[in-house]
Structures are given as structure tokens and as C-alpha cells.
């Protein structure tokens, strides 16, 4: 023994810089430290060993998290060298309990000497230790605080304490590092949702422009604000009666953002992209669907989510109801709009885009005209839409016309799609075209 290798490191005497080699070796191939021997292999022997045993042993226990005494074997040789065998651990990342898990802290072996990890090196050993599922891997940051987690939880009357983390996912197995699902609750999420507002149908004009950070907590009612704002109400009289219609259902726009927030892929550093139009708002999260589902199935009401920790979280305090219900109500409430939701799906985004209602409307009407909508034609509809349905016999009293005429005109409205006919003979009727 002569000289320094990858797994072998020599130090004359004790000193905190130990504890960076006993890192190395544990987050790398494992490795051996001899305390007693100089850089030039040269036995200088411990002034006294068993102080120095004792602050040795005390310190690595005291100074490494994770715990890594079940990786670390002493040995003491002719009562003048302490020998540290170093195995690979296997809850990686291993760091100085002083700096934190990051680059600071984190340390590997790099050939015979040990350096700090970047923090992707970092990310990998993570992810290799807590297998791939983000939310529940170890956040790199740990300073968090949850002010606004705490204040919605205190809203839906759900118990938010140190005590119900680990339940909630919230840390890790030990109980003693927050996993990436707090990162996301908490304050420093890094995580944003951009909204932009463009003044024409290819979303190349700019409006105006927002981006929301902080908990996820915080982005949901911020942004959900401001999609609000840019819901405009349109008024329209029936007879004297003044009704009133928002741009997109309220509860539709809830269910789009709630989607995107719950279901987005947060190993990705991108944002939620939201784009508002005069036709239609669109909603794009990063990550696609998993394997094996398809829009369909979405549609369906089925649903495998990608994050079940933030999910259980969000169904604990009844901002969704359970998984697969939110895209359903979604259909549910566009269902006697002209124009339909669309969902879009790629390997690393999904969107899902909700038409303008009050557009809808007015370009349904305006495809009316086009249609040559004669002045009988509209009071057969008017009549439709208030009374459900009409029959040859009420056209005939209604209008004041014969059987032939009748007969023609109905069966021009049918053929240019404005009515549909069920029924034959006496039990025909002819209801309003069906915008499913």
C-alpha cells in the first residue's frame, strides 16, 4: 500500500474532511480509509486512538444522512491506524448533514481524490434509489415552507401536520427528507402555469400575458382568477326575459386547470400552457398519456393518474371528486353546444381545448342565415326550442298552411340538417338538430 486509488485514501490524522471521503466511496464503488498513513503510504499512527475512535465512529453517524453505519466497518491495526471500510450504500444520495442535499454536500469518487456531484449526477442516484416516480422521490431542495398549503388545508377542514407528512407522501420513508410531492405543495414550487391572451385564432397576436408560481395551491386560485376575467358574459334577450351566458362554463374552465395541475409530468421543468382566444381557451400540460391509454379512454372516464400522491391530496380536500370524473363533466356541460371539447394528445404534452360557447352561438346562427332561413323556417324553430318538439299538425296551425306546404317545408328543413324527424304517421315529430 503505497499510494491513493479510486477505493483506497490515506489521512495522517482525524479531520472533518473524513467525512467527504466516507461520502465518495458510499455514493460511488465503496472504498477504504486508513487514518494513521500519510499521502506517501507512509504508517504516521493515530496520537490517540481510542479519542479518535470515538470522535470517528460518533461523527459519521452524526454528520452523514442518510443513516450509513450499517455500510461503514472499522478495524484497527497494531493499535496505530483506524481502518474505514466504505461499501456502496444503497439510499443514495449519501451527504453532510450541514449542507444539505445538494452539490455542496453530495459528494463521489473521481479517481483518486473525491468531488463535489453536480446536480444531475445528483438527480440519477435519486432517481436510481427511489425508483421513477418523481413525486415520490427525494426533493434536491429542502428548505420549504407550506403557508399556502396550510391555509387550504385549514379551508376544507383537513388535518395538515409534521405528524400526517409521511401519510400524505409528503417525506420520504425515514420520515426525515421531503419527497418532490412537498416541493410541489410548497411555497418554492418551481413549477409555473403561463397564460396567454391573443387577439386572433392563431394565437400569434398578443394581448396580455401572465405566469403564476408559489404552491400549486396558489397557482389553482390565482389563475383560476384570472381565467375568470377573460370568461366574458354575453347577454341575449328571450322575449322581455334578459339571459345571460358566459363565454365558457365556469365549472368546465375548474375542471380543465385542476386536470392539468393534478395530471402534468413534474419531471419536466416546463410550464402549463394556457392560450385564450375569441373562439377557444386551451389547456397543455407537459406529459402525455401513460402507456396503454388512449383519448377515448379519456373521454370514457378512465383514468391512471401520474401523480396518485398529489391526486389523493386533491381529492382529500374535495377539489376533484375521483379519477376519470373531471374530463366527463367537462363533455357533460358542452353538451348542447354546437361545438364539442377537443382532447390532443402527443408523447410529452396533452391538451384539451374548450370552445367559446357565446362563439359557438353566433357562428351557429350565422351558418342559420347562410342556410337561407326563411322567415316560417325560424318560428318552427322558435317554437322547437321552447316547446321541445312540433308535429305537421301544429306546423299547419301554426303557420296557417295546408298539408302540402307543410310537407315540403318540413322536409326541406330536415334535409338542410335544422330539424331532425322521429317517428312516422301520426306519431312523427320533428325535434331540434342534436349538437352531440
Do not use: W
Not at 493499535?79 to 461499501?87: E, L, Q
Not at 406529459?287 to 398529489?310: E, F, T
Amino acid at each position: 500500500m503505497k499510494f491513493e486509488t479510486e477505493n483506497v485514501e490515506f489521512k495522517a490524522q482525524f479531520v472533518d474532511d473524513i467525512y467527504k471521503e466516507i461520502i465518495a466511496f458510499a455514493n460511488t464503488d465503496g472504498g477504504t480509509v486508513y487514518i494513521g498513513i500519510d499521502d506517501n503510504g507512509d504508517i504516521v499512527g493515530i496520537d490517540d486512538v481510542d479519542d479518535t475512535y470515538t470522535r470517528i465512529t460518533n461523527g459519521i453517524r452524526d454528520a452523514i444522512l442518510p443513516d450509513i453505519t450499517m455500510f461503514i466497518k472499522y478495524t484497527l491495526q497494531d493499535n496505530r491506524v483506524v481502518k474505514i471500510r466504505v461499501s456502496e450504500g444503497s439510499f443514495k444520495p449519501y451527504y453532510l448533514k450541514s449542507k444539505g442535499l445538494k452539490p455542496s454536500g453530495v459528494y463521489i469518487r473521481q479517481g483518486a481524490s473525491s468531488a463535489q456531484a453536480s446536480p444531475e449526477q445528483i438527480c440519477h442516484m435519486i432517481k436510481v434509489s427511489d425508483g421513477d416516480i418523481f413525486e415520490e422521490m427525494r426533493s434536491m431542495e429542502q428548505e420549504l415552507t407550506f403557508r399556502h398549503a396550510k391555509n387550504a388545508f385549514q379551508k376544507y377542514n383537513v388535518e395538515f401536520t409534521k405528524e400526517k407528512y409521511r401519510a400524505l407522501g409528503i417525506t420520504d420513508s425515514s420520515d426525515s427528507l421531503y419527497a418532490n410531492l412537498a416541493l410541489i405543495l410548497s411555497d418554492q414550487c418551481a413549477h409555473t402555469i403561463k397564460v396567454a391572451v391573443f387577439g386572433n385564432d392563431a394565437n400569434t397576436q398578443f394581448r396580455d400575458s401572465r405566469e403564476f408560481s408559489g404552491s400549486v395551491f396558489k397557482q389553482l386560485e390565482d389563475t383560476f382568477s384570472y381565467l375568470m376575467l377573460c370568461n366574458k358574459t354575453v347577454a341575449t334577450f328571450q322575449g322581455l326575459d334578459r339571459v345571460e351566458q358566459e363565454d365558457y362554463p365556469e365549472e368546465a374552465l375548474r375542471e380543465a386547470l385542476l386536470n392539468a395541475i393534478v395530471h402534468r409530468d413534474y419531471s419536466f421543468s416546463g410550464s402549463v400552457i394556457i392560450n385564450v382566444n375569441d373562439d377557444e381557451m386551451e389547456f397543455i400540460s407537459i406529459g402525455g398519456l401513460l402507456q396503454g391509454l388512449s383519448p377515448d379512454d379519456i373521454r370514457s372516464g378512465i383514468s391512471q393518474p401520474r401523480n396518485k400522491n398529489l391526486a389523493e391530496v386533491f381529492h382529500r380536500l374535495h377539489l376533484i371528486e375521483s379519477y376519470g370524473t373531471g374530463i366527463r363533466k367537462i363533455y357533460f356541460l358542452y353538451r348542447e353546444c354546437a361545438l364539442q371539447p377537443r382532447i390532443e394528445v402527443t408523447s410529452n404534452t396533452f391538451k384539451i381545448v374548450l370552445p367559446n360557447m357565446n362563439k359557438a352561438v353566433k357562428d351557429e346562427k350565422k351558418n342559420r342565415n347562410l342556410l337561407d332561413i326563411t322567415p316560417q323556417m325560424q318560428t318552427i324553430l322558435d317554437f322547437i326550442h321552447e316547446n321541445g318538439q312540433i308535429t305537421d299538425g301544429e306546423v299547419q296551425e301554426l303557420l296557417k298552411i295546408k298539408s302540402t306546404r307543410s310537407f315540403t317545408l318540413m322536409k326541406k328543413m330536415v334535409n338542410e340538417g335544422l330539424v331532425l324527424v322521429v317517428g312516422r304517421g301520426a306519431n312523427k315529430k320533428y325535434l331540434a338538430k342534436s349538437t352531440d
